[in-house]
């Protein structure tokens, strides 16, 4: 939160103070679709026969 607030005090952000204020907006649901439709599609589309396919 430290860091967000020290964002809306300056005019211009840092690269470094970026990661910081941005991820505590990430909620869990769209980190998993996130990751189930880049990551997860790529794995399973090289792994046809996985058991993985069949879960939701």
Same mark, same amino acid.
């Given at each position: 939160?430290?860091? !967000? !607030?020290?964002? &809306? ?7 470094? %103070?970026?990661?910081?204020?941005? #991820? ?11 990751? #189930?439709?880049?990551?997860? &599609?790529?794995?399973? %589309?090289?792994?046809?026969?996985? %058991? !993985?396919?069949?879960?939701?």
């Amino acid at each position: 939160m430290k860091y !967000l !607030l020290a964002l &809306r005090k300056t005019k211009k952000a840092e690269a470094k %103070d970026i990661p910081a204020a941005t #991820q505590i907006f990430t909620t869990n649901w769209i980190v998993k679709y996130l990751v #189930q439709n880049t990551i997860g &599609r790529t794995w399973l %589309d090289a792994h046809p026969d996985s %058991d !993985l396919k069949k879960k939701d």
